[in-house]
């Protein structure tokens, strides 16, 4: 291996693990009662090394605010590449979910941030996700108008599946608590993804082809 290989490879793994420390220390304190200090103890790595990567705490802060994003953006590429309201919105809630179990921290510095009024990122709820709700809005007013789906509005259906989805992260200690205390097995997460895909599909008027199928066979019975 060689010498730019290896400290490629050390630069990847030390950023990993100061936004991976960023996440849970900024989740837990927020952005003003988060330093960097901490920050640093938190991922094993002196000081100075966070702020080669990071100059800022502000930058870090913004970097795991858009990696959360990124992430999120990732998960509706359905809306992109899906002509059917069904098969997109089940991929969809099911990625959310997923994500919310895999990266509950990215999650909680989000709420966190958007509970105080967004003072660091109002910018970009203006900006990137105000035209990526725009873009995902026009998608679901085609399917309305194209009579796939019911004539809901768009705008809380989407509110509708971050909050529900998001819950599993930014809750997942209630649930965990109501769970007699242990987190969600795979199975139960399995089912929580179905319920929530069956009960926003029906409240939007779609029948999951499956459960027509099923029915059709009964009546043939």
Aim: with cysteine.
């Amino acid at each position: 291996m060689s010498k730019t290989t290896t400290k490629s490879a050390t630069r990847a793994e030390n950023e990993r693990l100061i936004l991976e420390a960023a996440e849970s220390v900024f989740a837990e304190y927020g952005f003003k009662g988060a330093t960097t200090g901490m920050i640093a103890d938190h991922a094993g790595l002196p000081k100075a090394n966070l702020h080669y990567y990071f100059p800022t705490k502000l930058a870090l802060y913004r970097q795991v605010v858009e990696n959360i994003f990124r992430i999120w953006l990732e998960a509706a590429n359905t809306f992109d590449d899906c002509d059917d309201p069904e098969e997109a919105l089940t991929r969809y809630i099911n990625a959310k979910m997923d994500i919310s179990r895999s990266h509950p921290m990215g999650s909680k510095v989000w709420a966190n941030e958007i509970l105080h009024k967004a003072p660091v990122i109002q910018d970009y709820l203006e900006t990137t996700l105000g035209e990526w709700t725009d873009t995902r809005i026009a998608v679901i007013e085609r399917w309305i108008d194209q009579g796939k789906m019911a004539p809901i509005d768009p705008r809380g259906l989407l509110y509708m599946i971050w909050a529900t989805t998001q819950h599993y992260a930014d809750f997942n200690h209630q649930i965990d608590t109501l769970n007699d205390g242990k987190p969600l097995s795979d199975q139960q997460f399995a089912k929580a993804k179905q319920t929530v895909v069956s009960i926003i599909l029906a409240g939007v008027g779609i029948r999951p082809a499956r459960l027509v199928v099923e029915d059709a066979i009964g009546e043939g019975a």
